[in-house]
């Protein structure tokens, strides 16, 4: 096991920003900056041993700074809160108050507002030990933060283990009632050198899913996805039944998990590499997004990102939960820690 700290850059006011390397025995590598979270690489070796980058990022934190990357807020690999997906107009009521927030994606509030979790700095911490190494991140939202109540202290762990596992442990307390979603939005795309990601086999156990209006907010009702574009409990390509859905795929998949235990919720795999992800969580749901608003976006290292360029796993709290008193709740309490797990095991065919 290896783990080693470079510097990535400065952030826009001058803050040193890190960029830590994970390193296991069997060839895979991940890089995790502390500037949102992001995670901007992970090497995996394919069926012939040649190792490539399989999710979406930047060489450069530069390129998570320019005004184009920031206003079309894809995402890359961050930490996404401290809500993540949508909340419906930006308003939510917790007792007899109701909260107001950005509205930051056509009429509702994605991803925690202007400045969620994935354009802060992180307080780092390094973690070695003889099966893993990882880097602990922390933040404290303040009160009122983008429009959410509560002091908010928030650590998320990530660790690599010989196993070929990557953790992603969640943990949260507040000191006044609010509401927390979690989740990480990396983008997989297997094949480690670009192109599309529409031949990506993926399989997920779900039977239903939340039915969206056409702002992407759950109506409150669950449909089952038998016999639908939505059905990957038998494994299909991305791209076979993409075609009638105008904008791909962006939707809540229900897993059967009403005791938080951990679940299998995806696999996701590519013939021609031969390489496959593995997702667990703990949470209720996955969020599978295949990246039809990614714009166009070129790195200075001559990266460039767009449609169908990657595919999000984002396990999580369904979409507008504190607006659906029936979804599971997101509200977190005084006295309340928050927990969730996700795991992203990485494998061959």
């Known amino acids: 096991m290896e783990l080693k700290r470079d510097v990535f850059g400065n952030a826009r006011r001058g803050e040193k920003i890190f960029l830590y390397t994970l390193r296991n025995n069997h060839g895979i590598s991940i890089k995790i900056t ?31 700074l320019t005004d184009s990357y920031i206003e079309n807020c894809p995402c890359f690999g961050c930490i996404t809160g401290r809500y993540a997906n949508r909340i419906a107009k930006g308003k939510f009521t917790l007792g007899n108050t109701e909260y107001t927030l950005p509205i930051n994606n056509g009429p509702n509030c994605l991803h925690g507002g202007i400045t969620g979790f994935d354009k802060v700095i992180w307080v780092p911490k390094k973690i ?6 990882g880097v602990e991140m922390k933040y404290r939202s303040l009160h009122m933060e983008e429009g959410f109540p509560g002091n908010l202290d928030v650590t998320v762990t990530y660790t690599l283990n010989h196993k070929n596992e990557f953790h992603i442990d969640y943990k949260a307390v507040t000191d ?18 670009g192109g599309s990601i529409l031949d990506h086999a993926l399989y997920i156990p779900a039977k239903t899913r939340t039915v969206n209006d056409q702002d992407l907010i759950p109506t409150g009702t669950f449909s089952e996805v038998e016999g639908t574009p939505f059905d990957f409990t038998t494994p299909a390509t991305l791209g076979s039944r993409i075609d009638a859905l105008p904008d791909g795929y962006d939707l809540n998949y229900v897993l059967n998990n009403p005791n938080s235990k951990l679940v299998r919720a995806a696999l996701l795999s590519e013939e021609t590499s031969g390489r496959t992800v593995e997702v667990f969580t703990t949470e209720p749901g996955i969020q599978i997004y295949t990246g039809y608003y990614i714009p166009g976006i070129k ?19 369904y979409p507008d939960s504190p607006n659906h008193a029936e979804f599971p709740t997101t509200t977190l309490k005084p006295g309340e820690v928050f927990k969730s797990k996700t795991i992203y095991k990485f494998g061959l065919k």
């Open 34 to 64: 502390n500037y949102g979270g992001i995670v901007t690489s992970v090497k995996t070796p394919d069926k012939n041993g040649e190792k490539a980058n399989i999710v979406l990022g930047f060489k450069a934190l530069e390129d998570y």
């Open 128 to 133: 070695e030990k003889p099966d893993l190494v």
């Open 176 to 193: 006044r009632e609010t509401v927390l979603n979690l989740t990480n939005h990396t983008y997989f795309n297997l094949k480690g050198n």
């Open 299 to 317: 790195g200075k290292n001559g990266e460039i990102f767009s449609k169908y360029s990657g595919v999000a796993l984002e396990t999580q709290h």
